[in-house]
């Protein structure tokens, strides 16, 4: 049995965000958005002839604000009968607005301002994420799911978050990955990671997963800038991956020839050499900021 896959784009702010839909006997949701695109969902659904009460699993690839802002709002639309899937690890993030508020301190507060970063991602998790609870279904790698004949594979793929996971639906060859597949990085010209070691053995393993169709939640770029689709062919999945190891290969050179110099007035300090040496001339102060959580990934494990 194949189950087709729609994409739904789910805009929110400056970001780009796609949610998926797998028409499988059990309708499945793939990451939710926040808030606001999740009010939109349920029309989304009625053009492609689908119903928000008819779904019964909402399958999450990790905890950050834009895929799981909207799993409370959806889950009762759907009346609480669908499963809310997500990695153990990233749990907390469905628990708890606070949650978000913390992890973003403990990764860039320090370099970001404290204060401002409080202030402002408290503001956001109220807007953008729609209510907490707790998942119903945690999964951990190899963890099986049945949508009514239609199997999907838990692979875990930490590094982006601990806990981000893919979600393959068996057989068919298509791999969903949130935000594990970078490349080059979004509309910020940066790939995010928490942990450099995981995000590159994530990548890797996808690698040897060969998708056929791999489904990202934003068009990260390729080297040249220009946007990869968000339902990338097999050709396209293999360069998507590719380029995000030859980037973090690039971005993890860098950081052991120049390193974290000392603080200086530049908005890349304490990285201002790295950003020089990559070439990096985006707003590094542009929340989530991939630019420091992922130059800190190098230092904090
Ligand atoms: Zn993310």
């Known amino acids: 049995m194949t189950a087709p896959v729609l994409p739904i784009a789910a805009p929110w702010r400056r970001f780009h965000l796609f949610s998926f839909l797998i028409d499988a006997p059990e309708l499945a949701i793939v990451d939710t958005g926040v808030t606001e695109s999740a009010a939109g969902l349920p029309a989304e659904l009625k053009k492609l002839g689908k119903r928000i009460e008819d779904v ?42 606070q949650a978000h508020v913390d992890e973003a301190l403990a990764l860039r507060g320090d370099l970001v301002g404290r204060e401002t970063l409080e202030a402002s991602k408290r503001a956001e998790v109220l807007e953008a994420i729609s209510g907490e609870f707790e998942p119903t279904r945690l999964v951990d790698d190899g963890d099986v799911l049945d949508l009514g004949g239609v199997a999907v594979r838990v692979h875990a793929i930490p590094g982006h978050t601990a806990g981000a996971v893919a979600y393959e639906i068996v057989g068919q060859g298509d791999v969903f990955v949130g935000d594990a597949v970078q490349s080059y990085g979004a509309a910020s010209g940066f790939p ?46 293999a360069e998507a991956i590719r380029g995000s ?49 992922s130059l800190r990934a190098y230092s904090a494990h």
């Open 192 to 237: 995010g990671y928490e942990d450099a070691d995981a995000y590159r053995d994530s990548l890797l393993r996808l690698q040897d997963l060969a998708p056929q169709r791999l489904h990202l939640g934003h068009p990260y770029r390729r080297k040249d800038g220009t946007p990869f689709p968000i339902v990338l062919d097999a050709a396209d999945a």
């Open 56 to 97: 019964r699993w909402i399958l999450l690839t990790h905890g950050h604000i834009d895929h799981v802002g909207g799993a409370y709002a959806l889950w009762e639309a759907t009346g609480r009968r669908a499963e809310v899937v997500i990695g153990t690890s990233d749990a907390p993030f469905v628990r708890s607005r």
């Open 245 to 293: 190891l030859e980037r973090e290969a690039e971005i993890r050179a860098a950081v052991a020839r120049a390193g974290e110099g000392t603080p200086t007035g530049s908005p890349y300090s304490p990285y201002e050499a790295v950003a020089e040496e990559l070439g990096y001339a985006g707003d590094p102060t542009l929340e989530p900021s991939p630019f420091f959580t």
